[in-house]
């Protein structure tokens, strides 16, 4: 037995521009029964009962606004809440244990921020029953015998305080126009004011106005706010985004110190080597976005990322995705490529006012992608800029053998139109090519964003765009900037594998920014490292083999990297462990195999 789920995204669904062909060609409407019908709000609605899973309606759609799916029948009793008729539903809830830090990763549009909502108390879960008014005892009725009741009891109660990190970091200066400091000191509950704001290195923040701060400070100051508060269940929703590795890791101290505390701990993550470093247990939201997420089972930190990677739950026996997303174990250094220069450079110098930056002279050559890996405001994207052409430098020269593909950091979404007419009008039948749609833009379902109004797209959506129209042109170096923001830990692989595929199927080459690891493991050959002190110098190396540069940049960091026996993907050690003592007395502090089993102190 099957439970059918019918979706119809309504930003899709176009009926005036339409043939309603998905009413005229449903088998069950055919035959006299009304399984699809578009009532007074011109949306198709859709008969769950009625449909035979034919999928014709998926098929003839021109707008790719439906999705038919078939579920196992004993999920319809784990229907936790749904939005309304053929929308988003979500089946099972997270864990919560007090002392404990549980991660969440799923992809975008799979029910995290609902279950955020229903852990809070904001949202009253219906059970699925969405024509009537959701009530705190019908949910709890349901959860007898099972392990949140009590949580959810003391919400109902009104007895749980909750301190919630949002992932919309952005609109805090809406609600906060004035400094930093007032805003925190207002947050302050625990009195512990000094500690964290020493923890999160806001100490030049303090007197800047919400709407004048970077990316990474205000995501720094959101999960300053939230952890300032006396509660008793912590929620931090994205709070990696726009942070570099070291403030990533302070980010995580700070989280690991609440759960210390005895609080409870829930974090949203798509880093998974900040998720890896900072949680003790994992859940995984899998299922297709926008039409249903089931939350798993709880996995050890280790376990529940593997299968993640694997693409298999062992506990339910359920597999999510087809191909598991593998780590090369190739021998550090060991790069394909030609020596034919695409890109040479020397000695390159560049000032503004307050800020040198000094990158020493390099080659980028055919078949090799260069990953650049560093603290934020060391020039990094300054560098990017010139390779791109965007800017000159003050000292040094470029020499270009290549027309360059650049994606800037930061996007903007000011052009008119369609997703399709912006792919029409500016890459034409590029869009079409066979390489960039097996690897790029069909796993990135592309297909679903080409009819939404570019001005419309989200975050992550506007990023898909402009990576796909960035590999789409005619070049032979493509420069990306931060490319894995805003993304789900699922897409940012499809990202890093695809372009590592094209950059060698195509004789080409990339050079790429990124503060995601993972993906800075995956796709790059050789790595630049940037060093100095943040707004005021920065001064990189010249390209060097992978290994030397990871050894070099994680030496800065303090931190030391494994490889996973299962996997390949590179994990963190803890600070202090037998194996980080003995990686650092060799200076090996990445690439490091091992044949034996995990060891607890090793997790």
């Known amino acids: 037995m099957v439970h059918r789920v019918a979706v119809v995204d309504d930003d899709l669904c176009q009926s005036k521009k339409c043939g309603l062909e998905c009413i005229k060609e449903c088998p069950v409407n055919i035959n006299g029964q009304e399984c699809i019908v578009l009532p007074g709000n011109k949306i198709a609605l859709i008969s769950e009962e009625l449909c035979i899973g034919c999928g014709i309606c998926v098929k003839v759609c021109p707008f790719d606004a439906i999705d038919i799916l078939n579920l196992s029948e004993e999920l319809k009793t784990e229907k936790i809440h749904q939005y309304g008729v053929n929308s988003f539903r979500l089946f099972r809830m997270p864990t919560v244990r007090k002392g404990q830090v549980v991660g969440l990763v799923g992809r975008n549009g799979i029910g995290k921020s609902t279950a955020l909502k229903i852990l809070s108390g904001q949202l009253i879960p219906n059970l699925g029953d969405y024509e009537r008014e959701p009530t705190w005892d019908r949910f709890l009725s349901y959860l007898s015998g099972r392990e949140m009741k009590q949580h959810f009891e003391r919400i109902a109660d009104a007895e749980v305080k909750v301190a919630l990190k949002p992932q919309a970091v952005y609109k805090l200066p809406e609600a906060w126009t004035k400094d930093a400091r007032s805003l925190l000191a207002q947050m302050d509950e625990r009195g512990d004011f000094e500690e964290v704001v020493d923890a999160l290195n806001l100490r030049d923040t303090l007197g800047k106005n919400l709407p004048d701060l970077s990316g990474g400070e205000l995501q720094r100051v959101a999960v300053a706010a939230a952890a300032l508060k006396e509660a008793d269940l912590y929620l931090f929703d994205e709070p990696s985004s726009y942070n570099d590795v070291y403030q ?5 101290r700070l989280i690991t110190d609440l759960a210390a505390k005895g609080k409870a701990v829930l974090v949203v993550e798509h880093d998974i080597a900040f998720l890896d470093y900072v949680a003790d247990y994992v859940q995984i939201i899998y299922g297709e976005p926008g039409a249903y997420g089931i939350v798993s089972g709880l996995y050890s930190a280790r376990t529940g990322i593997n299968s993640l990677l694997d693409g298999y739950l062992p506990q339910e026996n359920v597999r999510f995705r087809d191909q598991p997303v593998s780590f090369g174990q190739r021998a550090a250094g060991e790069v394909v490529e030609s ?3 695409l890109a ?6 560049k000032s503004y006012e307050g800020f040198d930056l000094k990158v020493a002279e390099g080659v980028i050559t055919q078949g090799s992608i260069l990953g650049v890996v560093g603290a934020n405001a060391l020039g990094k994207t300054t560098f990017l800029k010139i390779i791109a052409g965007e800017e000159k430098p003050d000292k040094g020269k470029v020499s270009l053998n290549a027309r360059v593909a ?4 930061y996007l903007s979404a000011s052009q008119e139109g369609t997703v399709d007419e912006y792919f029409t009008t500016g890459l034409g039948a590029k869009y079409s090519d066979a390489i960039l749609q097996d690897t790029l833009a069909g796993p990135l379902k592309m297909e679903k964003l080409l009819a939404r109004n570019m001005k419309e797209l989200s975050g992550g959506e506007l990023q ?4 796909v129209a960035t590999m789409a042109q005619e070049a032979e170096v493509y420069a990306l900037d931060e490319p894995s923001a805003f993304l789900d830990v699922e897409d940012r692989f499809v990202v890093a594998k695809a372009v590592n595929r094209m950059v060698k199927a195509r004789g080409r080459a990339a050079v790429i920014i990124d503060h995601d690891l993972q993906v800075i493991d995956i796709v790059s050959d050789r790595l630049m490292v940037f060093g100095g002190r943040p707004g005021v110098s920065g001064e990189a190396t010249a390209p060097l083999p992978k290994e030397e540069g990871m050894n070099a940049f994680l030496k800065q ?6 490889r996973d026996v299962n996997t390949g993907r590179p994990r963190v050690n803890k600070p202090g462990s037998k194996l980080d003592r003995e990686q650092k007395e060799r200076g090996s502090y990445y690439y490091v195999y091992r044949q034996a089993e995990e060891t607890p102190e090793a997790d």
């Open 406 to 409: 650049y994606k800037p950091q």
């Open 248 to 252: 990533r890791l302070a980010v995580s």
């Open 464 to 467: 898909k765009v402009a990576i």
């Open 557 to 562: 960091v303090g931190l030391t990297y494994r």
């Open 339 to 341: 020596e034919y220069e």
């Open 344 to 349: 040479k450079y020397t000695g390159i110098g």
